[in-house]
């Protein structure tokens, strides 16, 4: 169990603390619904860990198969899409991976299919669309 402390502090905006690592996150609504959008808005911190969590969920892959690769470099772009009529919600997340090493690596499928099924993107609400495109280098 991980504990998170979150403080409203007004003007649409929180303070949160992982506890374990006393590391702070700010967030505020976005532009489009009351906020400033001065930084994540809660659907945005949405987006940010599906794309975290398939380079970690990689990552993770490739050090319990032993297969002694450098993901360095690994990037994800994610474009996140809300509805357009209430109730305002996630509609699309689209990623983007890119992966600094040869299309032809014999680990290709297993790394992408770990990022598929990485933590988040098991726990996003099956309506959410998620649209994801892997990227090697050729």
């Not at 198969?65 to 109730?87: C, F, N, Q, W, Y």
């Not at 990022?115 to 050729?138: G, Q, Y």
Request: hydrophobic share 45%; net charge neutral; charged share 20%.
């Amino acid at each position: 169990m991980v504990e998170i402390s979150i403080a409203y502090e007004g003007g649409f905006h929180c303070f949160a603390i992982h506890e374990p690592s006393r590391a702070k996150l700010l967030t505020d609504a976005p532009k489009d619904n009351f906020g400033k959008g001065e930084a994540f808005s809660p659907t945005d911190l949405t987006a940010t860990s599906l794309g975290v969590c398939m380079l970690t969920t990689m990552a993770i892959a490739a050090a319990k198969l032993s297969l002694d690769l450098d993901l360095s470099g690994m990037r994800a772009i994610v474009r996140k899409h809300m509805t357009a009529e209430p109730p305002r919600r996630i509609q699309r997340l689209e990623v983007s991976v890119k992966i600094p090493l040869p299309e032809t690596l014999p680990s290709r499928a297993t790394l992408e299919e770990a990022a598929l099924n990485c933590p988040v993107a098991l726990s996003l609400h099956p309506e959410i669309e998620k649209a994801v495109t892997f990227s090697w280098r050729s």
